[in-house]
């Protein structure tokens, strides 16, 4: 069975400081990893996905089939990121449907 | 990008009683949409697969019967909560992806906050 971990509930850090937000999987095949962001009284939406291989508003993501994590980075957390992400895992192997971690609240503080 | 939309976003309703819940693509059509529930301080877990003129795909756990979902249409789902009970109080969020795109992104709608008294 395919599965999402994120073992932290809640990070906080200044603004301007690095963040890092921990995702393990495990899946057995080749998997698409996600992360989609909830920003408050917003919709969940699209982040980034491994196979684009891009940085979006300054977030990478880099997939470790090795340690099978896909963790998000980066480098001068700001404080509109402060939001709930979630890393998701798909796959053909478990008919593309969308397996959600149980999320990392992010708090940005000035 | 494409828009996924729900209504109500909010219904509060007596224990007993059904409530549906539609899931519309606004902009694109979706052969397949998916429902998810989400309980406060939650992650969103996978409900049912929601296929366009064939039944749904429950998952393990989930009362077919107490959750009849229906997908009439390319840019229609809907989810019925059936004899509603406090326990079925929760979040409920569906995705779709845009059938026509290859990138397959699922977008997601706004959810629908389920209140049983």
């Known amino acids: 069975a395919q599965r999402v971990t994120q073992p932290e509930k809640l990070l906080s850090v200044f603004k301007g400081a690095p963040v890092e937000l921990k995702c393990n999987y495990s899946?057995?095949?080749?998997?698409?990893l996600f992360w989609y962001v909830q920003y408050s009284r917003q919709r969940l939406q699209l982040l980034l996905r491994?196979?684009s291989r891009e940085s979006i508003k300054g977030f990478t993501a880099d997939l470790n089939k090795g340690e099978t994590s896909f963790h998000l980075k980066k480098p001068f957390a700001q404080e509109e990121d402060s939001a709930m992400y979630y890393c998701?895992?798909?796959?053909?192997?478990?008919?593309?449907?969308?397996?959600f971690g149980g999320g990392t609240r992010v708090l940005v503080k000035p | 990008g494409a828009v996924v939309s729900q209504h109500p976003s909010r219904v509060i309703c007596k224990s007993g009683t059904s409530v549906k819940i539609e899931c519309r693509s606004l902009d694109f059509q979706a052969t397949t949409m998916f429902w998810y529930r989400q309980f406060p301080k939650q992650s969103l877990m996978l409900m049912a697969t929601s296929n366009e003129g064939s039944k749904a795909t429950y998952e393990q756990g989930v009362e077919k019967d107490k959750f009849l979902i229906n997908h009439a249409s390319l840019t229609l789902s809907t989810l019925t909560v059936t004899s509603a009970h406090p326990e079925d109080s929760s979040f409920y969020i569906c995705?779709?992806?845009?059938?026509?795109?290859?990138?397959?992104?699922?977008?997601f709608g706004e959810g629908s906050r389920l209140t049983v008294l």
């Open positions: 899946y057995s095949g080749s998997p698409e």
């Open positions: 998701a895992l798909s796959g053909l192997a478990a008919g593309n449907k969308l397996t």
């Open positions: 491994h196979i």
């Open positions: 995705s779709a992806r845009d059938a026509g795109v290859a990138t397959g992104e699922l977008f």
